[in-house]
């Protein structure tokens, strides 16, 4: 059951940047009709204040298509807040993944079905298993780094697909 919880939907082993919307819109279970969005290390990187240019361009891509959602354990309302108001979307900030209260209001105010939403983050214990617990198609994406690529060592991630897979996941990253 545990290794069910960590076992992401799609590991593409990439980051946000580069992750391929028309997979999700061309799922054969049915389309993902939203994205729910970590934001930390995969929107932002580390200590960055400002989206890498490449991520920016696919979110507003990503915008155009359907409802997006920043949800972020950050206690920061004004650094996730910053981030939402230069995207125009809406966001939640101490969200407390994994647990499902703040993920429920989203999936409430999205007014749709949970598997019809994709949570993209890059975090297997918060991120994946906050997903997995609701019912959600999850994605794990590669840490971002400045320039939009993945983070080239980010030890945290690593550490956590290990553990996972010791738990028996199925976690590929």
Same mark, same amino acid.
């Given at each position: 059951?545990?290794?069910?919880?960590?076992?992401?939907?799609?590991?593409?082993?990439?980051?946000?940047?580069?992750?391929?919307?028309?997979?999700?819109?061309?799922?054969? +279970?049915?389309?993902? $009709?939203?994205?729910?969005?970590?934001?930390?290390?995969?929107?932002?990187?580390?200590?960055?204040? @400002?989206?890498?240019?490449?991520? +920016?361009?696919?979110?507003?891509?990503?915008?155009?298509?359907? *409802?997006?959602?920043?949800?972020?354990?950050?206690?920061?309302?004004?650094?996730? %807040?910053?981030?939402?108001?230069?995207?125009?979307?809406?966001?939640?900030?101490?969200?407390?993944?994994? $647990?499902? %209260?703040?993920?429920?209001?989203?999936?409430?105010?999205?007014?749709?079905?949970?598997?019809?939403?994709?949570?993209? %983050? @890059?975090?297997?214990?918060? @991120?994946?298993?906050a997903g997995n617990r609701l019912g959600?198609?999850?994605?794990?994406?590669? *840490?971002?780094?400045?320039?939009? +690529?993945?983070? *080239?060592?980010?030890?945290?991630?690593?550490? +956590?697909?290990?553990?996972? $897979?010791?738990? %028996?996941?199925?976690?590929?990253?």
């Amino acid at each position: 059951m545990l290794s069910a919880l960590l076992t992401p939907d799609w590991a593409p082993g990439t980051t946000v940047a580069h992750l391929p919307l028309q997979r999700l819109l061309d799922r054969p +279970e049915g389309p993902i $009709r939203a994205l729910v969005l970590d934001v930390d290390r995969t929107l932002l990187p580390r200590r960055g204040v @400002d989206l890498p240019a490449s991520a +920016e361009q696919w979110l507003r891509h990503a915008a155009s298509l359907m *409802p997006l959602h920043l949800l972020s354990n950050n206690p920061s309302r004004q650094r996730i %807040g910053r981030v939402a108001q230069h995207l125009g979307v809406p966001f939640t900030a101490a969200a407390a993944k994994p $647990r499902a %209260g703040a993920l429920r209001r989203v999936l409430a105010d999205l007014d749709l079905p949970p598997h019809q939403v994709a949570l993209v %983050g @890059d975090r297997v214990f918060t @991120d994946i298993l906050a997903g997995n617990r609701l019912g959600l198609f999850t994605v794990l994406v590669r *840490p971002i780094a400045a320039d939009g +690529e993945p983070c *080239p060592h980010d030890h945290i991630q690593t550490f +956590e697909v290990r553990m996972s $897979r010791w738990l %028996g996941a199925q976690v590929e990253a």
